[in-house]
């Protein structure tokens, strides 16, 4: 699984950024981010998740998967609660905190 997450806009404008390739990674690691992605049923949501207002920050996804290529662009207060976790995950590895 290849995984692309950006995290941009907000007050200060910062960007982080990070592409994750799960063939890469210690396997513990590996099946904890495909657990994630499973149960926030990823491939199931809509490619645009917007609430209103300005300055929020802003996430990309794309995933590819066993064939699949799926893209979620979503704002903070638009953010489904089952894509928390894996938003969550995927903000400590841009950040390098993983």
Not at 26 to 54: C, N, Y
Request: glycine share 8%.
């Amino acid at each position: 699984m290849r995984i692309e997450f950006t995290r941009s806009g907000g007050f200060g404008g910062l960007r982080v950024a990070k592409v994750l390739n799960t063939d890469e990674m210690p396997e513990e690691e590996a099946l904890a981010l495909k657990e994630l992605v499973k149960s926030a049923e990823f491939f199931d949501l809509p490619e645009s998740l917007r609430s209103r207002g300005a300055d929020k920050v802003q996430y990309d996804i794309t995933i590819e998967s066993d064939g699949r290529i799926h893209t979620v662009k979503a704002d903070e207060d638009a953010i489904p609660p089952s894509l928390v976790p894996l938003v969550k995950r995927l903000e400590s590895y841009a950040l390098g905190k993983r």
